[in-house]
């Protein structure tokens, strides 16, 4: 059609696969190989040099494909709309792929359907704020409270969070804004690491990492548990003497337990003073995570990172289930249901720590928080981002870490954009590095398994 | 591989799609234009004449290309197992499914990923009933209480039922099975039925159909609702001048209201005596839904369809949130997960009244209710199958209602199998109808849509 308003002209997805389960980087309970990998997407545009949108989906290797096909249903509510209109306004785009009748009924708003709908809603963000030219974080506190206000979908969350109350809190955070962002930009935003903590590392591996993190800046660091009790206490007491007694441990079951499990486990680990306890049952047990809240204090309860919706986040915090929110940028809905989060766990007075990590997590969350910070919850008091030391040199604008904080980006857009040559390479299953990975295993030799080492 | 075991030699994954939308059967408030679909898969084993295994997903359209995308990820765990292996021990594949790790990131447990393990599952237990050439509802009841309670995982519901509370409900169940497997035959499992209430049926069809269902024997119908409110009190009253003051009147807002909305619309249709409202909020809304029920005594409060796995059913029976539950045949993972459900509603004492409708879903279902009355729940009382009137001919043993009541289905296994020529007639987007619609699209016509009406 002939136009003169610049148009999304195409949105394009990549399977891109990383090798990480040949070190065992991101080794857990639940998950002993875990390949990292992204379902991505590119927004493009009509208009000649604008930019482009990113966005992705977080997986841990198979079923990424299945990711990239849901990502590929949504294509027909974005090409052809206008890049103004949609940056105007996501939450309308947002509405429309939530509202998609015959989509809806493969979640309703959960799983690989609603992954792929917060990729795109990502995308449109990112896109958003390059127009902008803005970082996004930065997009988000000069926003108007109405209209972000209007950003959020209060369908099944109005028991707990109205459209008033949203305005009220934003207009809240107007309050001491310029001081705050001058804060941020000058120290960053409080991260905590979990590189040292991967089940499948050594005793001397993790104390060294450890020690590591705490020379780094770092002021917590994080222990995936929950596999072999006497290894956990062994792993947890290796940690604490690396570390000293001022230093914040949390672990992690990665939804290894029952309640009862959970509850006798934190109890056993609890000589060794953990800060929480992340993950101890299914993320769909919000009565679970009540129980066992109330049985373990004063470890605190940390969940979300699997919380498949506001809905689900929403009664945590009705239930008084948790201590700790900690929300992914890429698991839910996109930046709008994460606006409703925010918002949610403001009104309850819960701290959010975002769970980062993965493939670009850390890069996406970053300016969710800050937004937090410098809009919403006005403080940086117990809270902290996920940091973990992967995969970073994959994105072209990557997370700068100093003195255990994360420093404020400065690019325009949401940081979402992986760097051409680790598309083209690591792109599943014909990119260079699977290709050569494949002919070394058909050949006999090693040769994938050195490059993916390289 | 040179074998003398009969083997897993194939999964076969079809794309089936009808096109309902365009007579609006199975509109509701949140699915105005369904086009019922199927991913369907098929298990061939090298066994000559040996019998094949059925399954599938029901969708209602757009995606349901991703869902068999999701179904074809699983093919890796099935292709080359033992057949007698499988049919031994479907927990064991169950659980192989479930505990898949990368595919696990998908859900875990919920959504596309969930509902393709459910599909595969559910094919490997229509081939145990095959080759043990019984129907499943027998093959289940007449299997022994200890190996039925090691089919279900106890992840995440141990603090709910353990395996031995499973197995003395089941022992308890042995008691006067004989008298109701008879009482079974000969009368059937009672039906409601939904083929009267949808939404974009003029009223006059409504209460020629609503007079219809009496007349066939059915004693409870019910209506789609949540619209608009004035439509619904004129259909409602329309509804129960037809029917009478006996026959009972279910109502359905299939998720369309926040809680504080749910109660006032229902309140305003008491007059009416709806007997239950169904999935008046999210199926993700525990709390919200106990609140609701809390407000709307005595109309009763149903949900399930739509409910993602055990662990959210668990939660709406330890909160006292519903009335009548509403597992869906389909939807979670399984009959493995399935009998965990079935047994959790006979321990909090609910009445199972399962989801049906949809393709195939009153095929497979009936075979779970029956094997519910025989062996767990041991009773009618307040129980019946939803019954919808479509597709039923697109199957090779479909079901037979009689009397408002279904029959038992005599032929082995599960019900699942589609004919032949549906699947190549269906198939999306390249069957004979598809085909017919595509050109007569393309050349002004309508040959499509009259076929489809044929």
């Given at each position: 059609?002939?136009?003169?308003?610049?148009?999304?002209?195409?949105?394009?997805?990549?399977?891109?696969?990383?090798?990480?389960?040949?070190?065992?980087?991101?080794?857990?309970?639940?998950?002993?190989?875990?390949?990292?990998?992204?379902?991505?997407?590119?927004?493009?545009?009509d208009?000649?040099?604008?930019?482009?949108?990113?966005?992705?989906?977080?997986?841990?290797?198979?079923?990424?494909?299945?990711?990239?096909?849901?990502?590929?249903?949504?294509?027909?509510?974005?090409?052809?709309?206008s890049?103004?209109?949609?940056?105007?306004?996501?939450?309308?785009?947002s509405?429309?792929?939530?509202?998609?009748?015959?989509?809806?009924?493969?979640?309703?708003?959960?799983?690989?359907?609603?992954?792929?709908?917060?990729?795109?809603?990502?995308?449109?963000?990112?896109?958003?704020?390059?127009?902008?030219?803005?970082?996004?974080?930065?997009?988000?506190?000069?926003?108007?409270?109405?209209?972000?206000?209007?950003?959020?979908?209060?369908?099944?969350?109005?028991?707990?969070l109205?459209?008033?109350?949203?305005?009220?809190?934003?207009r809240?955070?107007?309050?001491?804004?310029?001081?705050?962002?001058?804060?941020?930009?000058?120290?960053?935003?409080?991260?905590?690491?979990?590189?040292?903590?991967?089940?499948?590392?050594?005793?001397?591996?993790?104390?060294?990492?450890?020690?590591?993190?705490?020379?780094?800046g770092?002021?917590?660091?994080?222990?995936?548990?929950?596999?072999?009790?006497?290894?956990?206490?062994?792993?947890?007491?290796?940690?604490?003497?690396?570390?000293?007694?001022?230093?914040?441990?949390?672990?992690?079951?990665?939804?290894?337990?029952?309640?009862?499990?959970?509850?006798?486990?934190?109890?056993?680990?609890?000589?060794?003073?953990?800060?929480w306890?992340?993950?101890?049952?299914?993320?769909?047990?919000?009565?679970?995570?009540?129980?066992?809240?109330?049985?373990?204090?004063?470890?605190?309860?940390?969940?979300?990172?699997?919380?498949?919706?506001?809905?689900?986040?929403?009664?945590?915090?009705?239930?008084?289930?948790?201590?700790v929110?900690?929300?992914?940028?890429?698991?839910?809905?996109?930046?709008?249901?994460?606006?409703?989060?925010?918002?949610?766990?403001?009104?309850?007075?819960?701290?959010?720590?975002?769970?980062?990590?993965?493939?670009?997590?850390?890069?996406?969350?970053?300016?969710?928080?800050?937004?937090?910070?410098?809009?919403?919850?006005?403080?940086?008091?117990?809270?902290?981002?996920?940091?973990?030391?992967?995969?970073?040199?994959?994105?072209?604008?990557p997370?700068?870490i100093?003195?255990?904080?994360?420093?404020?980006?400065?690019?325009?857009?949401?940081?979402?954009?992986?760097?051409?040559?680790?598309?083209?390479?690591?792109?599943?299953?014909?990119?260079?590095?699977?290709?050569?990975?494949?002919?070394?295993?058909?050949?006999?030799t090693?040769?994938?398994?050195?490059?993916?080492?390289?």
């Open positions: 059609m002939p136009t003169s308003v610049p148009r999304i002209a195409a949105l394009d997805t990549y399977d891109i696969r990383f090798p990480t389960s040949r070190e065992r980087d991101g080794s857990d309970a639940m998950n002993p190989d875990p390949d990292y990998s992204a379902a991505y997407l590119v927004l493009r545009t208009a000649p040099d604008g930019p482009e949108g990113h966005g992705f989906t977080f997986t841990i290797g198979r079923g990424n494909d299945v990711q990239v096909a849901a990502i590929d249903a949504l294509r027909h509510h974005v090409v052809g709309r890049v103004a209109e949609l940056c105007a306004d996501p939450g309308a785009l509405r429309d792929l939530i509202g998609d009748s015959q989509l809806r009924w493969l979640g309703p708003e959960k799983g690989v359907m609603h992954m792929a709908i917060g990729a795109v809603v990502n995308a449109v963000w990112d896109l958003a704020a390059k127009q902008e030219r803005k970082p996004l974080w930065q997009l988000l506190a000069d926003a108007e409270p109405e209209w972000l206000a209007d950003q959020i979908d209060y369908r099944y969350i109005a028991d707990a109205t459209r008033d109350e949203a305005v009220a809190i934003l809240r955070g107007r309050n001491g804004r310029t001081a705050r962002e001058l804060d941020l930009l000058a120290r960053g935003y409080p991260a905590y690491t979990t590189s040292p903590g991967w089940l499948g590392y050594s005793d001397e591996k993790l104390s060294r990492l450890a020690r590591e993190a705490v020379a780094d770092f002021t917590q660091i994080k222990l995936k548990v929950g596999a072999d009790l006497d290894d956990d206490i062994r792993r947890l007491r290796a940690a604490r003497a690396a570390v000293g007694p001022d230093i914040r441990i949390a672990v992690d079951a990665n939804q290894r337990w029952n309640v009862d499990e959970a509850v006798t486990w934190t109890t056993a680990l609890a000589e060794f003073d953990p800060y306890i992340e993950e101890p049952t299914s993320p769909d047990d919000v009565l679970g995570h009540a129980a066992i809240r109330a049985r373990v204090a004063p470890v605190k309860v940390a969940t979300g990172e699997h919380v498949q919706n506001r809905i689900v986040f929403k009664q945590l915090l009705q239930a008084g289930a948790v201590d929110l900690q929300l992914d940028a890429a698991r839910v809905g996109g930046v709008n249901e994460n606006l409703a989060i925010l918002l949610l766990a403001a009104k309850f007075e819960v701290p959010v720590c975002p769970h980062a990590g993965g493939v670009g997590l850390c890069e996406l969350v970053q300016h969710l928080s800050m937004f937090d910070y410098l809009a919403v919850s006005r403080t940086f008091e117990n809270r902290m981002i996920e940091f973990v030391d992967h995969l970073h040199q994959h994105f072209t604008d997370v700068v100093r003195d255990g904080h994360y420093t404020a980006p400065r690019s325009p857009g949401f940081s979402a954009r992986m760097a051409a040559e680790s598309i083209a390479r690591f792109t599943y299953p014909d990119g260079a590095f699977w290709a050569a990975d494949r002919a070394g295993a058909a050949d006999g090693v040769s994938g398994a050195r490059e993916a080492a390289a």
